[in-house]
Each structure stands twice: as structure tokens, then as C-alpha cells.
């Protein structure tokens, strides 16, 4: 590239990144092994992935009531699995539609299949958005990537759907609705963007993205059958329980949320908290477009906003995070200091990496996780604190002039932020 910018030449090489390239499908062939059952690695709990799959085949064996049920998963979980796994099922009816088709194959080629398109598709949609500074993306969001692939949740297709409604933003397209639509399968992280298009007077757009949800949802009675909803809600008020009550791990999620309950601050006062974060973030999404500011910094930090909105967040959505990121880059690039360069590179490794180095040490200290309250003591949420470092950090870099020497181009210079659309 030529460019004398710290991240790019010092770390972000050619090679490093060709290293990163080969490694992710490496990663998903081995996990896809594991859940055949080719390798020794000795499986004690299920996946998120697997949580789908069982997901799916309650759904067509008319038990979709059943699976919003935290009593009936666990024992079903335990039946497949044989260990006390913790993880009831929260989705939007419309995502119980996407794992119906995950479960018409077997574990291992649905997981192959859903996590490998789904990465695929992230990874073109980042190197769309960040253009020459992709390599420098990729790193610092490397970590998020592989805890994804693990688990094989639904953070690829989240970053994809978001990704693809920001660049039809960006070219000024009401089409953007679609995905934005689609969102419904994980909405809280949708939020952001929603209000982006009611700030930007973007009518058709939302329409549109109206329209898609509106259709998602009577797809989903029509499969499903009315019941499925209040059992949904039902589901989504238990979960605000066990939230409270501490029984999912903490240290996974990147919530200003879970990091104060992490060191014992009481949950209501550690919801207020999420609750002012999360006015203060949207506030900003309005104040980037009323301020006319230039279209990769809106939707930069229309991204990075969405990430803010729920103290239910995990590190998977932290692909929300190389959007944002990718929207970014060539300006922080452009204006930051090789020190401050590199400490967004730390921080970003940091908030990305955290939860997976967090739970090695856990299980190691204290076994596979058991999120009962008062089995053990969880390692403190720090991932939070460090996004909102990485936000201070962002601000003030942006806040100055750019300097004299070029960086990678921008996208979206010079196109509209409100209104246009075609």
C-alpha cells in the first residue's frame, strides 16, 4: 500500500492478513469436525450453533411453544448434550423460520453451511466498506471472528444485514429497508439504524424496512401459529429475569450493563445506567446527521451506537463493531498519531478478545461454565468498559483536523445524509 500509517505497515502486513484469510475457513472446517465427531476434542457443552439446530427440529416437530420455555430447553438440551446447559431461546418468531432450514441437515454440514456463508458474506461487506483499510479492520476485529466461529452464533449474518443497509445508505438507496427489515431477527442491535432513518427523513426506506418486518411476521404466525407469541414474550421476560439474577455469563458481553453488575453494582442501578448510555449513543446518531457531518463518520457511528442500546450483548455482536470500524478507519487513520493508533489497535484486540480469554481461565479455574448464581465467581465484564474507551478514543481523534498526507479513500464521500433517495 505505500502508506506510512502505523497499523497498516507495522501490523496489518500483507502477510498477516493472508495468515487471518487462511485461518478462518480452518477454524470452521475444525469446528464442523468436532460436531461430526472426527475429532478427540472432547465435547462437555453445547454450542450456540447446536442450541439452533435443536431449535429447528422442535420446530418441525410442532414444539415451537415449547422451545421459548426455559424449563423445556433445558431438559431438552440435556437429553442431547447429556451436561446441565444453560440457554434458553429468545429469538423473534421470524428467526425461528432461519434454523427450521438450519435443521434439515445434519449439525455438522448446517453448521458448515450457515457459519461459512454467513462469514463469507461478512467479510465482502467489510471489504466493501473499508476498502484499502480492510487488512487493518480485520485485525483488530480478528478475535470477535473467531469467538463467532466457535460458537457459531448469528454475528456474521447480524454484521452483514447492518453492513448492507449502511452501504445502501451511504449510495443513498431506499432499498436499504431490506436488510435493515430483516433485522427483526435480532432487532435491539437494529435500533440505531431505525432511528438513522427516521432522523435522516429516509420515508421510503422505512416503509420498506416496515413492510419486510411486517412480512417476516406473518410468515412466522402462518409457519408457526399465533401461540408462538405470547410464548415468545413469555420467554423475553424471563430472560430480563435471569439477567438480573446473574445467570448468564457476564464476562461474554460487552454491555455497560454487565460490566457494573460484573463488580457487584445493584441491577437497578446498573440498568439506569445502561438506559442513559443508551439515550446518550442514539442522541449522537441524531447529532452526526443534523450536523451534516460526512457520510462515513454517520454511519460509522450509527454502527457503533447500536451496540450500546442493550445490556443483552455479547461478543459475537461485535461485528457491528468492524462495520462501524470499517466505516471509520481511513479518517482515524488519517488523523491519528501512531501511539493512538496503536492503542485502538490494543483496545479493539482488547474488547474483541476479552471474553473468550475470560472463559479459557474460567473453566480452567473452575470448570466448564455453570451460569448459576453463586456456583462461582465469574471473571469480571471488562469488554464494556473498553468499547467505551475505544468511543472517547474514536471522539477525540475525529475531533481534530485531518493531517496533510492521504489515507485511504473514504466511502460515501460527498453523498447525501438525508433525503435522495432512489
Known amino acids: 500500500m505505500g502508506l506510512p500509517f502505523v497499523i497498516i505497515t507495522r501490523f496489518a502486513t500483507p502477510l498477516v492478513t493472508r495468515v487471518l484469510l487462511l485461518l478462518m475457513p480452518a477454524v470452521v472446517l475444525a469446528k464442523a469436525a468436532t460436531l461430526a465427531g472426527l475429532t478427540r476434542i472432547e465435547k462437555t457443552e453445547l454450542t450456540d450453533f447446536e442450541t439452533f439446530h435443536i431449535v429447528g427440529r422442535m420446530i418441525w416437530q410442532g414444539r415451537a411453544a415449547e422451545a421459548y420455555h ?9 437429553v442431547v448434550s ?41 467479510l465482502l461487506v467489510l471489504k466493501r466498506i473499508a476498502g484499502e483499510a480492510f487488512p487493518a479492520v480485520l485485525l483488530a476485529i480478528f478475535p470477535a471472528i473467531v469467538v463467532t466461529i466457535g460458537c457459531g452464533q448469528n454475528g456474521f449474518l447480524s454484521g452483514t444485514l447492518i453492513g448492507l443497509a449502511a452501504l445502501a ?57 399465533i401461540a408462538v407469541w405470547p410464548a415468545f414474550v413469555s420467554a423475553v421476560a424471563e430472560a430480563k429475569a435471569f439477567l438480573v439474577a446473574g445467570y448468564y455469563p457476564l464476562h461474554r458481553m460487552i454491555s455497560v450493563y454487565a460490566a457494573l453488575r460484573s463488580l457487584a453494582v445493584p441491577a437497578g442501578v446498573a440498568l439506569a445506567v445502561q438506559a ?28 457503533l451506537a447500536g451496540l450500546f442500546v442493550s445490556p443483552y450483548a455479547y461478543d459475537y455482536d461485535l461485528t457491528l463493531y468492524g462495520i462501524a470500524l470499517a466505516f471509520l478507519m481511513p479518517d482515524l487513520i488519517r488523523r491519528a498519531s501512531p501511539r493512538e493508533q496503536i492503542a485502538l489497535l490494543g483496545l479493539s484486540l482488547f474488547t474483541c478478545g476479552y471474553g473468550l480469554l475470560a472463559s479459557v481461565w474460567h473453566d480452567r479455574r473452575v470448570g466448564q461454565d455453570i451460569p448459576y448464581p453463586g456456583t462461582a465467581a465469574w471473571p469480571p465484564s471488562l469488554a464494556g468498559f473498553a468499547l467505551l474507551a475505544i468511543v472517547v478514543l474514536v471522539w477525540r481523534i475525529l475531533s481534530r483536523a485531518a493531517g496533510p498526507v492521504a489515507a485511504p479513500a473514504r466511502l460515501g464521500d460527498g453523498l447525501p445524509l438525508a433525503g435522495g433517495l432512489r
Open 70 to 78: 426455559a424449563g423445556t430447553m433445558r431438559e431438552v438440551q440435556r
Open 82 to 122: 447429556g451436561s446441565d446447559t444453560f440457554m434458553p431461546w429468545t429469538y423473534p418468531p421470524p428467526f425461528d423460520l432461519v434454523v427450521a432450514g438450519v435443521a434439515l441437515l445434519p449439525v455438522s454440514l448446517a453448521y458448515l453451511l450457515f457459519t461459512g456463508a454467513t462469514l463469507a458474506a461478512f
Open 169 to 225: 445508505f451511504a449510495g443513498g438507496r431506499a432499498l436499504a429497508g431490506l436488510p435493515l427489515g430483516l433485522m427483526v431477527v435480532k432487532p435491539h442491535l437494529a435500533v440505531a439504524f431505525a432511528l438513522h432513518a427516521v432522523a435522516a427523513r429516509h420515508w421510503r426506506c422505512v416503509g420498506l424496512a416496515a413492510c419486510v418486518v411486517a412480512l417476516a411476521c406473518a410468515a412466522a404466525t402462518l409457519a408457526l401459529g
Open 276 to 303: 442513559g448510555v443508551a439515550f446518550l449513543a442514539l442522541s449522537v446518531v441524531v447529532a452526526t446527521i443534523r450536523g451534516r457531518r460526512d457520510t462515513a463518520t454517520v454511519l460509522g457511528a450509527t454502527a
